[in-house]
């Protein structure tokens, strides 16, 4: 059974940093690309950043320049560092999985709140 489980948000200060982290089970996780994607409130579903099974990282505009993602093929991990948060990053961030050319399985984690707040 395919279960994602993500874990690091919760309320964080403007400025400040917070991870996120999301573990996979369930899936040959190396073939899988792997993404963070976001929805702030009364808006669109938009990704954040997403890293292929080969480490190649593509940024969405909503974050770039304050987040890294990276991926742990061994724990089946895939993390996403957002640095200098704003109240504008608060959202619910979604963890996603795409075979892509392998198949076509495509798979989302349950969300995990982050809220940017004084």
């Known amino acids: 059974q395919v279960h994602f489980e993500e874990s690091g948000g919760g309320l964080v200060h403007p400025g400040e940093s917070v991870r996120l982290s999301c573990e996979a089970s369930g899936i040959i996780f190396r073939v899988f690309a792997m993404a963070w994607y976001r929805q702030v409130f009364g808006k669109e579903l938009e990704l954040v950043a997403k890293?292929?099974?080969?480490?190649?990282?593509e940024y969405g505009d909503s974050m770039k320049g304050r987040v890294i993602i990276s991926r742990d093929n061994e724990k089946r991990t895939v993390d996403l560092q957002m640095n200098n948060v704003n109240s504008g990053d608060s959202a619910l961030y979604y963890c996603?999985?795409?075979?892509?050319?392998?198949?076509?399985?495509?798979?989302w984690g349950p969300g995990i709140q982050v809220t940017v707040s004084s």
């Open positions: 996603h999985a795409d075979a892509a050319d392998a198949g076509p399985q495509k798979y």
């Open positions: 890293i292929s099974r080969d480490g190649v990282i």
